[in-house]
């Protein structure tokens, strides 16, 4: 997966969902972005009201918790 593709999709950019599906299929091409885990991290000190995110960045990391072998990365998506 190229950096300067994932690069084009962060910093506040806002998503289609044919771009998303652009991420989320290059993700799924690789062995290890197509058996992680999702995880989507809300931002600190946000209104408990507040419903709707954008997505801020999504990104591919190793997963350095102990745990078993097949939860090794993570797709985390990162709102704001």
């Known amino acids: 997966m190229t950096d300067k593709f994932l690069n084009s999709f962060r910093n506040g950019h806002w998503y289609t969902p044919k771009k998303l599906m652009q991420v989320l299929t290059r993700f799924t091409e690789s062995e290890e972005g197509g058996d992680a885990r999702v995880m ?41």
Do not use: H
């Open 40 to 80: 989507m991290i809300l931002p600190d000190g946000r209104n408990p009201m507040q419903k709707e995110f954008n997505i801020k960045e999504i990104k591919l990391v190793e997963n350095k918790l102990v745990g078993p072998a097949y939860d090794k990365y993570r797709l985390m998506i990162l709102v704001e």
